[in-house]
Protein backbone atom coordinates (compact mmCIF):
# COMPACT_ATOMS: atom_id res chain seq x y z
CA UNK A 1 0.00 0.00 0.00
CA UNK A 2 1.48 3.32 -0.51
CA UNK A 3 1.51 5.88 2.33
CA UNK A 4 -1.09 8.81 2.34
CA UNK A 5 -0.20 11.93 3.52
CA UNK A 6 -0.52 11.33 7.52
CA UNK A 7 0.63 12.50 10.53
CA UNK A 8 1.93 10.19 13.56
CA UNK A 9 2.22 11.84 16.82
CA UNK A 10 5.23 11.29 18.60
CA UNK A 11 4.82 9.80 22.18
CA UNK A 12 8.45 9.99 22.90
CA UNK A 13 11.40 12.67 23.34
CA UNK A 14 13.83 12.44 20.50
CA UNK A 15 11.01 11.24 17.85
CA UNK A 16 10.03 13.46 15.59
CA UNK A 17 6.28 12.74 14.16
CA UNK A 18 5.82 14.52 10.95
CA UNK A 19 2.75 15.24 9.20
CA UNK A 20 2.10 12.07 6.53
CA UNK A 21 6.01 11.29 6.43
CA UNK A 22 7.07 9.98 9.89
CA UNK A 23 4.92 6.76 10.49
CA UNK A 24 5.67 4.09 12.99
CA UNK A 25 8.96 5.67 14.28
CA UNK A 26 7.94 6.04 17.45
CA UNK A 27 4.83 4.58 17.66
CA UNK A 28 1.46 6.52 18.44
CA UNK A 29 -1.72 7.43 16.93
CA UNK A 30 -2.25 8.56 13.14
CA UNK A 31 -4.16 12.03 12.95
CA UNK A 32 -4.17 13.82 9.56
CA UNK A 33 -2.63 16.81 8.61
CA UNK A 34 -5.13 19.35 6.12
CA UNK A 35 -3.65 22.25 4.92
CA UNK A 36 -5.97 25.67 5.83
CA UNK A 37 -5.90 26.62 2.10
CA UNK A 38 -7.48 23.09 0.23
CA UNK A 39 -6.01 24.45 -2.53
CA UNK A 40 -2.24 24.04 -1.42
CA UNK A 41 -2.77 20.52 -0.06
CA UNK A 42 -0.57 17.44 -1.83
CA UNK A 43 -3.26 15.86 -2.94
CA UNK A 44 -5.06 19.09 -4.91
CA UNK A 45 -1.73 19.80 -6.08
CA UNK A 46 -0.38 16.50 -7.59
CA UNK A 47 -4.06 15.43 -8.20
CA UNK A 48 -4.66 18.55 -10.51
CA UNK A 49 -1.67 17.65 -12.79
CA UNK A 50 -0.61 21.42 -12.37
CA UNK A 51 1.28 22.86 -15.26
CA UNK A 52 4.13 24.62 -13.23
CA UNK A 53 5.92 27.65 -15.20
CA UNK A 54 10.29 26.83 -15.54
CA UNK A 55 12.62 28.13 -17.24
CA UNK A 56 12.44 25.60 -20.40
CA UNK A 57 8.55 25.90 -20.41
CA UNK A 58 5.20 24.85 -18.48
CA UNK A 59 5.96 21.56 -16.91
CA UNK A 60 3.07 19.33 -16.65
CA UNK A 61 3.21 17.16 -13.46
CA UNK A 62 2.41 13.03 -14.28
CA UNK A 63 3.04 12.50 -17.48
CA UNK A 64 4.97 9.91 -17.07
CA UNK A 65 2.50 8.42 -14.19
CA UNK A 66 5.17 9.48 -11.70
CA UNK A 67 7.16 12.11 -10.48
CA UNK A 68 10.69 11.97 -8.42
CA UNK A 69 11.71 14.58 -5.83
CA UNK A 70 12.64 14.62 -1.99
CA UNK A 71 11.75 15.42 1.70
CA UNK A 72 13.42 16.87 4.26
CA UNK A 73 13.04 18.61 7.65
CA UNK A 74 14.48 21.72 9.06
CA UNK A 75 13.94 22.94 12.69
CA UNK A 76 15.67 26.22 14.86
CA UNK A 77 18.64 24.49 16.14
CA UNK A 78 19.26 22.00 14.05
CA UNK A 79 22.75 20.44 13.76
CA UNK A 80 24.31 19.14 11.15
CA UNK A 81 23.22 17.71 7.94
CA UNK A 82 18.81 17.77 7.82
CA UNK A 83 17.32 14.28 7.37
CA UNK A 84 16.18 13.88 3.70
CA UNK A 85 14.71 11.49 1.57
CA UNK A 86 14.54 10.42 -2.21
CA UNK A 87 10.87 9.84 -2.75
CA UNK A 88 8.43 8.94 -5.52
CA UNK A 89 5.17 10.99 -6.20
CA UNK A 90 2.03 9.43 -7.56
CA UNK A 91 -0.44 11.54 -8.56
CA UNK A 92 -3.35 10.32 -6.15
CA UNK A 93 -1.01 12.43 -3.50
CA UNK A 94 1.11 9.15 -1.79
CA UNK A 95 4.41 8.57 -2.34
CA UNK A 96 7.08 6.01 -1.81
CA UNK A 97 10.58 6.09 0.10
CA UNK A 98 13.64 5.13 -1.61
CA UNK A 99 16.02 2.90 0.71
CA UNK A 100 19.68 2.06 0.45
CA UNK A 101 18.88 -0.24 -2.25
CA UNK A 102 17.77 1.94 -4.89
CA UNK A 103 14.43 0.53 -4.03
CA UNK A 104 11.18 2.63 -3.71
CA UNK A 105 8.96 1.10 -0.89
CA UNK A 106 6.33 2.21 1.51
CA UNK A 107 9.07 1.87 4.43
CA UNK A 108 8.80 4.54 7.10
CA UNK A 109 10.98 7.55 8.28
CA UNK A 110 12.47 9.01 11.40
CA UNK A 111 14.24 11.91 12.36
CA UNK A 112 15.65 12.25 16.29
CA UNK A 113 15.19 16.31 17.22
CA UNK A 114 16.30 17.67 20.55
CA UNK A 115 14.16 17.91 23.53
CA UNK A 116 12.31 21.23 23.47
CA UNK A 117 11.80 21.25 19.74
CA UNK A 118 8.38 21.45 19.30
CA UNK A 119 7.86 22.98 15.57
CA UNK A 120 9.51 22.30 12.46
CA UNK A 121 8.95 23.36 8.78
CA UNK A 122 8.96 20.09 5.85
CA UNK A 123 10.37 20.45 2.54
CA UNK A 124 9.34 18.93 -0.73
CA UNK A 125 11.29 19.34 -3.69
CA UNK A 126 10.03 17.69 -7.13
CA UNK A 127 12.52 17.56 -9.45
CA UNK A 128 13.02 16.27 -13.48
CA UNK A 129 16.46 15.05 -12.35
CA UNK A 130 16.62 10.95 -11.91
CA UNK A 131 16.22 9.20 -8.64
CA UNK A 132 20.32 8.67 -8.91
CA UNK A 133 21.11 12.25 -9.66
CA UNK A 134 18.78 14.06 -7.19
CA UNK A 135 21.23 15.48 -4.55
CA UNK A 136 18.83 16.06 -1.34
CA UNK A 137 21.13 17.33 0.68
CA UNK A 138 21.68 19.91 -1.76
CA UNK A 139 18.17 21.06 -1.81
CA UNK A 140 17.71 20.89 1.76
CA UNK A 141 20.46 22.93 2.56
CA UNK A 142 19.78 25.84 0.62
CA UNK A 143 15.84 25.68 0.99
CA UNK A 144 13.46 27.20 -1.27
CA UNK A 145 15.92 29.02 -2.79
CA UNK A 146 17.36 25.70 -4.47
CA UNK A 147 14.40 25.72 -6.38
CA UNK A 148 12.86 29.56 -7.37
CA UNK A 149 15.78 31.63 -6.92
CA UNK A 150 16.47 33.67 -10.50
CA UNK A 151 20.58 33.18 -9.47
CA UNK A 152 21.76 29.88 -8.54
CA UNK A 153 18.17 27.87 -8.64
CA UNK A 154 18.61 24.04 -9.55
CA UNK A 155 17.59 24.40 -13.19
CA UNK A 156 16.19 20.46 -12.85
CA UNK A 157 13.27 21.95 -9.80
CA UNK A 158 10.30 22.02 -10.97
CA UNK A 159 8.67 23.17 -7.87
CA UNK A 160 8.90 23.31 -3.72
CA UNK A 161 5.97 22.47 -1.32
CA UNK A 162 6.13 23.58 2.11
CA UNK A 163 4.68 22.86 5.14
CA UNK A 164 5.69 25.84 7.63
CA UNK A 165 5.69 25.52 11.99
CA UNK A 166 4.18 22.61 11.89
CA UNK A 167 4.08 20.92 15.29
CA UNK A 168 5.44 18.05 17.40
CA UNK A 169 1.87 18.16 18.74
CA UNK A 170 -0.07 17.45 15.51
CA UNK A 171 -1.28 20.82 14.63
CA UNK A 172 -1.30 22.05 10.87
CA UNK A 173 1.50 24.32 9.67
CA UNK A 174 1.30 26.78 7.10
CA UNK A 175 1.03 24.83 3.42
CA UNK A 176 2.93 26.44 0.49
CA UNK A 177 3.31 25.49 -3.06
CA UNK A 178 5.95 27.33 -4.06
CA UNK A 179 7.93 27.58 -7.84
CA UNK A 180 9.76 30.35 -9.82
CA UNK A 181 8.40 33.56 -9.84
CA UNK A 182 5.90 35.08 -12.72
CA UNK A 183 4.24 37.92 -13.16
CA UNK A 184 1.11 37.73 -11.89
CA UNK A 185 1.01 39.95 -8.53
CA UNK A 186 1.21 36.78 -6.63
CA UNK A 187 4.18 35.40 -4.43
CA UNK A 188 4.83 32.19 -6.38
CA UNK A 189 8.47 32.47 -4.26
CA UNK A 190 6.88 32.07 -1.59
CA UNK A 191 9.66 35.11 -0.11
CA UNK A 192 7.34 37.27 1.24
CA UNK A 193 6.09 37.13 5.29
CA UNK A 194 4.18 34.06 4.85
CA UNK A 195 1.13 35.18 3.54
CA UNK A 196 1.19 34.77 -0.16
CA UNK A 197 -0.41 38.31 -0.62
CA UNK A 198 3.05 39.54 -1.66
CA UNK A 199 3.73 41.26 -5.07
CA UNK A 200 5.76 39.96 -7.88
CA UNK A 201 10.02 40.33 -7.52
CA UNK A 202 11.50 42.70 -9.10
CA UNK A 203 12.33 42.17 -12.94
CA UNK A 204 9.48 39.13 -13.21
CA UNK A 205 7.50 41.77 -15.45
CA UNK A 206 9.97 42.67 -17.27
CA UNK A 207 11.38 46.13 -17.48
CA UNK A 208 11.15 49.60 -19.72
CA UNK A 209 14.13 52.25 -19.48
CA UNK A 210 15.89 50.30 -17.12
CA UNK A 211 12.72 50.50 -14.67
CA UNK A 212 10.65 47.16 -13.71
CA UNK A 213 7.07 47.12 -14.47
CA UNK A 214 4.07 46.02 -12.19
CA UNK A 215 1.68 43.63 -12.98
CA UNK A 216 -2.15 44.98 -13.02
CA UNK A 217 -4.50 42.38 -14.48
CA UNK A 218 -5.59 45.45 -17.34
CA UNK A 219 -4.85 49.09 -17.99
CA UNK A 220 -7.21 51.88 -18.57
CA UNK A 221 -8.04 56.00 -18.33
CA UNK A 222 -8.96 54.92 -14.52
CA UNK A 223 -5.34 52.71 -13.74
CA UNK A 224 -3.81 54.91 -11.00
CA UNK A 225 -0.37 55.73 -10.19
CA UNK A 226 0.30 58.08 -13.72
CA UNK A 227 -0.73 61.71 -13.64
CA UNK A 228 0.85 65.24 -13.57
CA UNK A 229 2.57 64.63 -10.24
CA UNK A 230 4.75 61.44 -11.45
CA UNK A 231 8.61 62.09 -10.96
CA UNK A 232 9.25 58.49 -11.85
CA UNK A 233 10.03 56.10 -14.65
CA UNK A 234 6.40 54.01 -14.17
CA UNK A 235 5.96 51.00 -16.26
CA UNK A 236 2.97 48.13 -16.29
CA UNK A 237 2.40 44.69 -17.30
CA UNK A 238 -1.32 43.45 -18.18
CA UNK A 239 -2.25 39.90 -18.41
CA UNK A 240 -2.29 39.74 -21.74
CA UNK A 241 1.43 40.75 -21.75
CA UNK A 242 0.72 44.59 -23.13
CA UNK A 243 3.54 46.81 -21.70
CA UNK A 244 2.76 50.43 -20.56
CA UNK A 245 4.90 53.68 -19.91
CA UNK A 246 3.49 56.54 -18.31
CA UNK A 247 3.94 59.11 -20.86
CA UNK A 248 3.30 62.29 -22.73
CA UNK A 249 2.98 62.13 -26.34
CA UNK A 250 4.89 64.83 -29.11
CA UNK A 251 1.08 66.79 -29.47
CA UNK A 252 1.07 66.82 -25.55
CA UNK A 253 5.17 66.06 -24.06
CA UNK A 254 3.79 66.85 -20.32
CA UNK A 255 0.12 64.99 -20.52
CA UNK A 256 1.43 62.03 -18.49
CA UNK A 257 -0.58 59.18 -19.56
CA UNK A 258 -0.26 55.44 -19.56
CA UNK A 259 0.03 54.17 -22.85
CA UNK A 260 1.53 51.47 -24.74
CA UNK A 261 5.17 51.07 -24.95
CA UNK A 262 4.76 50.15 -28.65
CA UNK A 263 2.51 52.92 -28.95
CA UNK A 264 4.87 55.42 -27.14
CA UNK A 265 7.85 54.03 -29.69
CA UNK A 266 5.81 54.62 -32.64
CA UNK A 267 5.46 58.02 -31.80
CA UNK A 268 9.44 59.06 -33.06
CA UNK A 269 9.40 59.54 -36.96
CA UNK A 270 11.23 61.17 -39.41
CA UNK A 271 8.83 64.03 -39.12
CA UNK A 272 9.28 64.33 -34.73
CA UNK A 273 13.26 63.91 -34.92
CA UNK A 274 14.24 65.68 -31.93
CA UNK A 275 11.01 66.05 -30.07
CA UNK A 276 10.44 65.49 -26.54
CA UNK A 277 7.87 64.01 -24.32
CA UNK A 278 8.10 63.44 -20.69
CA UNK A 279 8.09 60.57 -18.51
CA UNK A 280 7.61 60.75 -14.88
CA UNK A 281 10.25 63.93 -14.43
CA UNK A 282 12.65 62.29 -17.17
CA UNK A 283 12.58 63.86 -20.87
CA UNK A 284 12.76 61.33 -24.08
CA UNK A 285 14.28 62.71 -27.24
CA UNK A 286 13.15 61.73 -30.79
CA UNK A 287 16.50 60.04 -31.95
CA UNK A 288 18.12 58.13 -34.41
CA UNK A 289 19.47 55.05 -32.50
CA UNK A 290 20.81 51.55 -34.63
CA UNK A 291 19.80 53.51 -37.51
CA UNK A 292 16.27 53.14 -36.23
CA UNK A 293 14.06 56.64 -35.13
CA UNK A 294 12.89 55.92 -31.40
CA UNK A 295 12.47 58.05 -27.97
CA UNK A 296 15.77 57.67 -25.99
CA UNK A 297 16.59 59.45 -22.36
CA UNK A 298 17.39 62.51 -22.63
CA UNK A 299 20.21 62.64 -20.64
CA UNK A 300 23.20 59.89 -20.28
CA UNK A 301 24.82 58.09 -22.39
CA UNK A 302 23.25 58.14 -26.31
CA UNK A 303 21.28 55.08 -27.23
CA UNK A 304 22.88 52.95 -24.24
CA UNK A 305 21.65 49.85 -22.91
CA UNK A 306 18.19 50.46 -20.97
CA UNK A 307 17.73 53.78 -22.18
CA UNK A 308 15.77 53.65 -24.99
CA UNK A 309 12.00 52.90 -25.10
CA UNK A 310 11.43 49.68 -25.39
CA UNK A 311 9.90 46.34 -23.39
CA UNK A 312 12.69 44.06 -21.90
CA UNK A 313 11.10 40.64 -21.05
CA UNK A 314 12.18 39.20 -18.03
CA UNK A 315 15.70 36.68 -18.19
Avoid: H
Avoid at 112 to 141: N, R
Avoid at 172 to 199: I, S
Amino acid sequence: MLRSWRFVRAVALGCLGMGWLLAGACGGRTTPIVCSDAAQSPKAIFGAALQIPTPDGPYKLFQGGKEYGCVGLRWSGQAGDPPTYVVQYNPDGKYLVRDAGGTFSDASVSASVAAGVDKFDVYFFLSKESPDSIDCKGYLQRGLESCVSKVGANAKCVLAWRIQGASMGGDNGTCRLCYREQCNGRDDDCNDDGTGKGVDDAGACGSVLGQSCLYVPTVDAKTAGCDASTKDIKCLLDKGNEAYLCAGTVAEPAALQWRKVSEVAAGCNDANDGKSIKTGSKELLCDLCDNKRTFRLKDGPRCAENAVVAYTPPK
